[in-house]
Nanobody, 122 residues
């Protein structure tokens, strides 16, 4: 089935930028919408952004849209999350997910990566 591997997380200072990558593989990977979620300690999983592989449609968490951008490289089967002007409250484990359609709910996604940690210090 679909396999997802996130990378690009790390420890940064407030105001820095970071680009996360999600490499997708599988026999029908191009049929899936891709989403980014994050989860901080003690918090519920939060929707960040999503993109359709074929249609180019995107959805954003409105609280993050001004600073975060989701994009894709279909030739590489890779989805990116560009994060600018990072804040300490952005600290979380960031997950890549694949599902049948664009959706804001984590329950709609069938496949998940292991997550990549992002820590933003003051």
């Amino acid at each position: 089935q679909v396999q997802l591997v996130e990378s690009g997380g790390g420890l940064v200072q407030a105001g820095d930028s970071l680009r996360l990558s999600c490499a997708a593989s599988g026999p029908t990977v191009s049929s899936y919408a891709m989403g980014w979620f994050r989860q901080a300690p003690g918090k519920e999983r939060e929707f960040v952004a999503a993109v359709s592989w074929s249609g180019g449609s995107t959805y954003y968490n409105r609280d993050l849209e001004a600073r975060f951008t989701i994009s894709r490289d279909n030739a590489k089967n890779t989805v990116y999350l560009q994060m600018n002007s990072l804040r300490p409250e952005d600290t979380a484990l960031y997950y890549c997910a694949a599902g049948p359609y664009l959706d804001l709910s984590a329950q709609s996604y069938d496949y998940w990566g292991q997550g990549t940690p992002v820590t933003v210090s003051s």
